[in-house]
């Protein structure tokens, strides 16, 4: 069992920027892939950025391609999103996921394990 704690969040000015944080628990943390994921109010949940197990490869959602930059650093366990230029659209609650598979999937439903969400509010 996979247990994931996002921190960094807040509130922030259009044009801020925020660095997010996951740490999984365990020692295994090398062997999955991270994501991020943000959901609206009444909006589905959507993909942000995935980085595979390595590092070596990230994806991105066009909303936030050129803004968002995710990173790992597996000698200390975590996952970074560091968000920048923000607009009031990304305000959402952003979950942290961990996929055992390779790859950097968007799919939501490939990840098996999530954290419990941390709120991101862009003011305008």
């Known amino acids: 069992q996979v247990q994931l704690v996002e921190s960094g969040g807040g509130l922030v000015q259009a044009g801020g920027s925020l660095r997010l944080s996951c740490a999984p628990s365990?020692?295994?943390?090398?062997?999955?892939?991270m994501g991020w994921f943000r959901q609206a109010p009444g909006k589905e949940r959507e993909f942000v950025s995935a980085i595979n197990r390595s590092g070596g490869t990230a994806t991105y959602a066009d909303p936030v391609k050129g803004r968002f930059t995710i990173a790992r650093d597996n000698a200390k366990n975590t996952v970074y999103l560091q968000m920048n230029s923000l607009k009031p659209e990304d305000t959402a609650v952003y979950y942290c996921a961990a996929d055992r598979d390779f790859g950097t999937s968007s799919k939501g439903e490939e990840y098996e394990y999530w954290g419990q969400g941390t709120q991101v509010t862009v003011s305008s």
């Open positions: 365990g020692r295994t943390f090398i062997t999955y892939t």
